[in-house]
């Protein structure tokens, strides 16, 4: 006797009048798992070097002092996604060039992240990796060695006009890395996610950029010992730097 498989799919639910697929309850599932991880995650208790090319010093101040952004404006479940694929699109890209034959080195002895800590531990960084010797590309070894995931739009913009114009922020970042590392290289990979082509972008290091960038994270943190706000960085609360802030709510309406 054969059996009746014609009794329909099963793969939809209903509710309300509203058909849920299976893909969306998995989803679901998915970026709640990933919400309530990033919520288990305990704050920073310092000011990070990724942060310190963040051009809003009143955002920097929210950040150290940990407080709440917005209603409706924490990480959601496609943003967390993107940051844990971030991390393995890395993995991939310190695998590649490992075995070109680049020394690259990611973590201590003792398994930690190498990094930097200063102002009493309320300034750290913790950097990608160094590379400490390689094949002849060009550079003395070693180099500071970073990694940008970045979608095909925003990788185009890197390789067009360079990190320093296109990712003011990044550039920040590793000028400050190379500044407490004392290293004069870096060199930025950036993966194109939609395409998986690679673009490598060596920096020099910029003494008068590295030393603004350390005065600017004693301003911000001598303000949050204080209690005290910076200036906003608009006049108005359409700017489009306001727009995007999680913080807006609270900075335009008064709220500390």
């Known amino acids: 006797m054969g059996i ?43 000011l990070g070097g990724s942060r310190i090319g963040e051009p809003c010093a009143r955002k920097l101040v929210y950040e150290v002092t940990h407080t709440p952004k917005d209603e409706g404006r924490d990480f959601d479940g496609a943003i967390l996604r993107i940051f844990d694929a971030g991390h393995q699109f890395e ?39 160094v590379i400490v010797a390689g094949p002849d590309v060009g550079l003395h070894w070693p180099v500071l060695w970073e990694h940008k995931a970045l979608n095909a739009k925003s990788w185009n913009d890197l390789v067009k006009r360079g990190l320093r114009a296109s990712k003011p ?49 004693v301003d911000i943190l001598r303000a949050a010992t204080a209690g005290e706000l910076p200036p906003r960085i608009a006049t108005a609360q359409d700017f489009y730097l306001c727009r995007m802030c999680s913080y807006a709510r609270r900075c335009w309406e008064g709220e500390r």
Not at 21 to 27: A, E, H
Not at 28 to 37: E, P
Not at 93 to 119: K, M, N, P, Y
Request: net charge negative.
């Open 169 to 217: 922020v990044y550039y920040a970042q590793v000028q400050l890395y190379m500044g407490y590392l004392e290293l004069e290289t870096a060199l930025v990979t950036a993966l194109n996610k939609d395409t998986e082509a690679l673009h490598h972008e060596v920096v020099a290091f910029d003494p008068p950029c590295a030393q603004a960038l350390s005065d600017k994270a």
């Open 4 to 46: 009746d498989l014609n009794h329909g799919s099963g793969f939809i639910y209903r509710r309300v009048g509203h058909a849920i697929s299976v893909s969306d309850r998995v989803n679901a599932l998915i970026d709640a798992a990933l919400v309530a991880r990033n919520c288990r995650q305990a704050p920073r208790n310092y």
């Open 91 to 129: 993995t991939l890209s310190i695998c590649w060039l490992r075995g070109a034959g680049f020394d690259l080195r990611t973590e201590r002895a003792d398994g930690g992240q190498f990094g930097f800590e200063t102002a009493g531990g309320r300034l750290r960084g913790h950097i990608d990796g």
